[in-house]
């Protein structure tokens, strides 16, 4: 069983900052690319930002020179800081990872998503 475990969403100021962290946790053998994802009301969700194993970023244009992606391998967590903030960064942010786990017969390729942290950004 593998989770992931986000926090550090709220309620900021437009021009503010906030920083998420997600936390995979359970029996990973390694994790392959992370990242974040968003779902305004009413919208349909969306990629903001990813990082592979080795550190290589993408982000939506949306979110480029604002938000920065980032992992520490040792503690399986991935981060996103968001500086900058707008209101329409407002949405449910979700964790997201591709993580490999021991199987019988070898191992195993999982994607999973995290509960979600709710961002509110006031204008």
């Known amino acids: 069983q593998v989770q992931l475990v986000e926090s550090g969403g709220g309620l900021v100021q437009a021009g503010g900052s906030l920083r998420l962290s997600c936390a995979a946790s359970?029996?990973?053998?390694?994790?392959?690319?992370m990242g974040w994802y968003r779902q305004a009301p009413g919208k349909e969700r969306e990629l903001v930002a990813s990082?592979?194993?080795?550190?290589?970023?993408n982000y939506a244009d949306s979110v480029k020179g604002r938000f920065t992606i980032s992992r520490d391998n040792a503690k399986n967590t991935v981060y996103l800081q968001m500086n900058s903030l707008k209101p329409e960064d407002t949405a449910v942010y979700y964790c997201?990872?591709?993580?490999?786990?021991?199987?019988?017969?070898?191992?195993?390729?999982?994607?999973?998503w995290g509960q979600g942290t709710l961002v509110t950004v006031s204008s």
């Open positions: 359970g029996s990973i053998f390694s994790i392959n690319a």
């Open positions: 990082i592979t194993s080795d550190s290589r970023t």
């Open positions: 997201n990872a591709g993580v490999v786990v021991r199987a019988l017969t070898g191992y195993r390729n999982l994607e999973v």
